[in-house]
């Protein structure tokens, strides 16, 4: 059978496509990398070209979820058809993780990995606070909302929601959840200086 060359980038796409759903269907744990490239159809030698083990792959995993995350968000804000706090209520309130994200969520809520969870979650939160700090601009530029300071307003709603709703934190109940989502968006009209809210 001839040999198949894959473009690079292509390859450590399809590496950690497969490593991410076998670690959603049988657990970090209980994947080895044997399992990931039998999956793959291709050599071990292929896994190491790419990733040293398994931790690295759920690295780049995160990175990957952070840089589509941050595309959506780029997205989100430059939507003209969208108010500030809709594109907010979007990017914050109402953003749902993909089942690929919610895998890798999933390893980092593990209690063994609190400090990955932890730099993972700020470097999510770094990289967002740019584009959510345009969307508040844009909402005080349209008269939507009265804030001073956009960017200390966007970091504090972007770590504030980032923590107060994840459930590998504080593990609330889905109706818990629920409430606190709707409670955020007090929380957001007051802090925006939203007056019809």
């Known amino acids: 059978m001839p040999r198949i060359s894959k473009d690079p980038e292509v390859r450590r796409n399809e590496i950690l496509d497969v490593a991410m759903e076998l670690f959603q269907m049988n657990g970090f744990e209980h994947t080895s990398v044997s399992d990931i490239v039998k999956k793959m159809g291709v050599a071990q ?28 968000v780029k997205s989100t804000a430059d939507n003209a058809e969208l108010t500030a706090f809709e594109k907010l ?20 809520h593990d209690a063994s990995n609190i400090t990955l969870h932890q730099k993972w979650k700020v470097a999510e939160i770094k990289a967002l606070i740019p584009s959510v700090a345009e969307i508040v601009r844009q909402g005080v530029q349209a ?16 770590v504030g929601a980032a923590f107060w709703l994840d459930d590998g934190i504080f593990r609330w109940s889905d ?13 957001f009209d007051r802090l925006l200086g939203r007056e019809n809210g």
């Open 143 to 158: 008269g939507e909302f009265s804030v001073k300071h956009p960017e200390e307003a966007a970091e504090f709603l972007l």
């Open 175 to 187: 109706e818990e959840l629920a409430r606190k989502r709707q409670s955020l968006h007090g929380i």
């Open 45 to 72: 030698g292929t896994f190491y070209y790419y990733f040293k083990s398994k931790e690295e792959v759920v690295n780049a995993a995160c990175e990957r979820t952070v840089f589509s995350r941050l595309a959506d």
């Open 89 to 108: 209520s979007q990017v914050i309130l109402n953003a749902m993780p993909t089942p690929q994200e919610q895998t890798v969520l999933d390893y980092l």
